[in-house]
Each structure stands twice: as structure tokens, then as C-alpha cells.
């Protein structure tokens, strides 16, 4: 099983919104990520957890808020976004952060429209 | 920083024809993986390869690791409109991987 599941599939939110868009994996892996993708543009990392940690923040502004609360689950809560936050937000898990062949497992992405 | 470049960018076919697209680093590969994505989903892992010279087939897609591990191509036998999306090939480290700009195939019917 190479799965990882993304909810939802779409979202619209307003900009005074706050939503939670969330991420799961049964594949055992230990570390997850966090990416966002503008149409005809490759993934931009946002967040790396290893291990249920905070490894990596890509300067990501605050009104993007990850959370791990386990090492299947991986939450990015929204709040005061702008419209050009609007893209696809991709969750991946990898067997362990750091570690060769660095095979990284996609979820289908929710597609986030910030009105 | 490790410089990726593939290419073509943007490739437009016939269904049946052949094609190969190739992706470019300025330093040494540890590993390479391949990912195709779809519009509107996520990249889905076609291949990893890991050994110079290495080549792995996966039904009419055949993927080859330079010698070097600077360089590889992906090569479509015959291809069809499901094979029609976004390649990437990104660059892995111990921090991130990191992707070039793609190739956009479409497979005309």
C-alpha cells in the first residue's frame, strides 16, 4: 500500500476563513511534507516533519500552521489567506527524512481556492 | 545547489509515436526518481534509479541512469494519450527534493 489520502478534495474559503486541510499514511513512514503548487509549476516545498517534528520551515508566512499529531496524520491549518494562496497543496510521506533513495509518496493534492 | 534542467519543456505527439525526454544536473546524482502527474493530482512515483548505467523498464516506458549519474532519460515506445501529463525528475538531497521545471507531454488520438 503506497497510499496517502489528502481531505479534502476541493475547498473554497473566504479570506476571514479558518480551515484545516488534513493528510494520512499507513505506510509507516516517519517523515511528511507539506508542498504547494501553482498551475503549470512544479512543487514548492512548505513543511518538512520528521519523527513528529517541525524539521523544516521554508518561510512559509504564519497564517500557514502545520501540525503532526501523529506519525500518520499531517493537518495544515489556514487562516487570513490571500487569493494568490490559491493552488494545489500536496501532502508526501517518505519512508524517513534525510535518508537515500529519497522516494517521496504523493497524496492527490486538495485544490484550494482562497475567494 | 544542484541545477536541474529538463527537457523538452512542452512535447506534443501523435498517439503511436515514440519519444524521449531527458533530464540534466549539474552535479552527481545519489538516486533519481521519475514521477508522472496528472492534471489536478499529485505525482505518482514511476521509478527509482540508483546505479549508473542502470536502466529499468515499467511496460512501455524505459528509464536510464547515466553513467556519470548526471544525466537520465525516459524513453515511451509507442505512446498513448493516457501517458499524457507533467514529467518530473527531481533533484533528492538530504533536505528536500527539488524539481526542474518538467515536461509537459501531450498524446494526441
Known amino acids: 500500500d503506497t497510499e496517502v489520502t489528502q481531505t479534502p478534495k476541493h475547498l473554497v474559503m473566504g479570506m476571514t476563513n479558518k480551515k484545516s486541510l488534513k493528510c494520512e499514511q499507513h505506510?509507516?513512514?516517519?517523515?511528511m511534507y507539506w508542498y504547494k503548487q501553482k498551475a503549470k509549476k512544479p512543487p514548492e516545498l512548505m513543511f518538512v516533519?520528521?519523527?513528529?517534528?517541525?524539521?523544516i520551515n521554508e518561510s512559509v508566512p504564519s497564517r500557514f500552521s502545520p501540525e503532526c499529531p501523529n506519525s500518520s496524520l499531517l493537518n495544515l491549518h489556514l487562516h487570513a489567506l490571500q487569493p494568490e494562496d490559491s493552488a494545489l497543496y500536496l501532502c508526501?510521506?517518505?519512508?524517513?527524512?534525510?535518508?537515500?533513495?529519497?522516494?517521496?509518496?504523493f497524496g492527490p493534492g486538495t485544490r484550494l481556492t482562497v475567494t | 545547489t544542484q541545477l536541474l534542467e529538463q527537457s523538452p519543456q512542452f512535447l506534443s505527439i501523435q498517439e503511436g509515436e515514440n519519444l524521449t525526454v531527458y533530464c540534466n544536473s549539474s552535479?552527481?546524482?545519489?538516486?533519481l526518481q521519475w514521477y508522472r502527474q496528472e492534471p489536478g493530482e499529485g505525482p505518482v512515483l514511476l521509478v527509482t534509479?540508483?546505479?549508473?548505467?542502470e536502466v529499468k523498464k515499467l511496460k512501455r516506458l524505459t528509464f536510464q541512469f547515466g553513467d556519470a549519474r548526471k544525466d537520465s532519460s525516459l524513453h515511451i515506445t509507442a505512446a498513448q494519450p493516457g501517458d499524457t501529463g507533467l514529467y518530473l525528475c527531481?533533484?533528492?538531497?538530504?533536505?528536500?527534493?527539488?524539481f526542474g521545471s518538467g515536461t509537459q507531454l501531450t498524446v494526441l488520438p
Open positions: 534509479v540508483v546505479t549508473g548505467g
Open positions: 508526501a510521506s517518505s519512508q524517513e527524512h534525510s535518508r537515500e533513495p529519497y522516494e517521496q509518496y
Open positions: 527531481p533533484a533528492g538531497s538530504a533536505r528536500q527534493l527539488t
Open positions: 516533519y520528521s519523527y513528529e517534528k517541525l524539521s
Open positions: 505506510m509507516g513512514h516517519r517523515a
Open positions: 552535479s552527481v546524482f545519489s538516486s
